[in-house]
């Protein structure tokens, strides 16, 4: 296995300070009509219904390897074909492109609240699925069940037990921009032990490798220190696609021997992981973004600092460069 790329230069900055927000966001479940079963691309999900012209996907899960894949509902009765003839629901723009269809991209336990088209409600749904237009395959459909409504579906739409629907978060609710080619979000998850965050950066013109992007809790509680400082490194790659490594800066040198600006798995003392999870990301237009989760609290004492939900005054390092050469062990 290949040594992990490492930043050319670690060109932190060392004056920034962040007022971190968190915020815990409770969602509407609704009536739960089940889970989204994976005829292909590794789709999976619960399926809800808010009210008469609203759906709420929670947790959902697809490959993005579907070009041209699109929300698609059939009346009641009808025949699900995957040659077509059911009636499109555009994704909002958060979660969709701008025809309404899904990105090309991984969705991982995603939340996604869908209105229905002006003019249709959930009534009209027998079942719903996601269904490839260039292809014509369907990656996944589920029967919505008459006995969720009042009068069996007939108008006026009600929903039996109807969730009083409140507006959903999106994917991230704090937003601060750290540098005119660099911006971070994050959100923390319902379970208030972890936390998302996505880091957004231009890609040079000029550059022929894969630019990074490092954010992360500075080294000191009462100032911004980049020794001892945790950091993760970011990027897109070419061939591996979004990357995001757990980094420990205990010098300000390349990494040799499992000292200086370490990936954490290259620590010396041999104890430390990588503790960031569900990576997604893409480049589009020369803009790079990677999305992923970590704990506010891991295993690793070591090289993992903990972040306190309870502290609203957090001190950050953050950095923008080049990824040059591979690390010495």
Not at 52 to 80: C, H, K, R, W
Not at 136 to 161: Q, Y
Not at 243 to 265: F, I, W
Not at 284 to 313: A, E, H, K, M, W
């Amino acid at each position: 296995m290949p040594d992990p790329l490492l930043p050319k230069a670690m060109s932190w900055m060392l004056d920034v300070f962040l007022f971190l927000s968190l915020v815990i966001t409770l969602e509407a479940e609704g009536v739960e009509i089940g889970t989204l079963p994976d005829e292909q691309h590794q789709i999976s999900g619960t399926l809800h219904v808010l009210d008469s012209t609203t759906l709420y996907i929670e947790d959902f899960n697809y490959d993005g390897g579907g070009p041209g894949a699109y929300l698609y509902y059939y009346a009641p009765g009808q025949t699900v074909s995957s040659s077509g003839g059911g009636v499109k629901i555009p994704l909002p723009s958060e979660f969709g492109q701008s025809d309404g269809s899904f990105k090309t991209s991984r969705y991982r336990d995603v939340d996604i609240t869908v209105t229905m088209p002006e003019g249709t409600d959930v009534c009209d749904i027998g079942t719903l699925t996601v269904w490839c237009q260039p292809f014509k395959a369907i990656f996944t459909r589920i029967e919505i069940p008459r006995s969720i409504f009042v009068n069996d579906g007939s108008d006026p739409c009600t929903v039996k037990n109807s969730a009083v629907v409140t507006p959903l978060p999106p994917e991230f609710d704090n937003c601060i921009t750290l540098h005119e080619t660099l911006q971070l979000s994050w959100r923390v998850h319902n379970d208030s032990s972890t936390v998302r965050f996505r880091l957004c950066g231009c890609q040079s013109i000029n550059s022929d490798n894969n630019q990074y992007m490092g954010f992360g809790l500075s080294g000191s509680t009462s100032a911004t220190l980049m020794f001892g400082a945790d950091p993760t490194i970011a990027w897109v790659d070419e061939t591996d696609g979004p990357q995001a490594v757990d980094y420990y800066l205990s010098a300000y040198t390349q990494c040799r021997a499992g000292s200086g600006a370490c990936p954490d798995e290259m620590d010396s003392s041999g104890s430390c992981t990588n503790d960031i999870s569900d990576i997604t990301g893409s480049i589009t237009n020369g803009l790079q973004c990677v999305s992923y989760t970590r704990q506010f609290s891991t295993s690793d004492s070591t090289c993992d600092i903990t972040i306190d939900p309870n502290n609203t005054n957090q001190y950050i390092v953050w950095g923008v460069g080049g990824l040059g050469e591979t690390a010495f062990k």
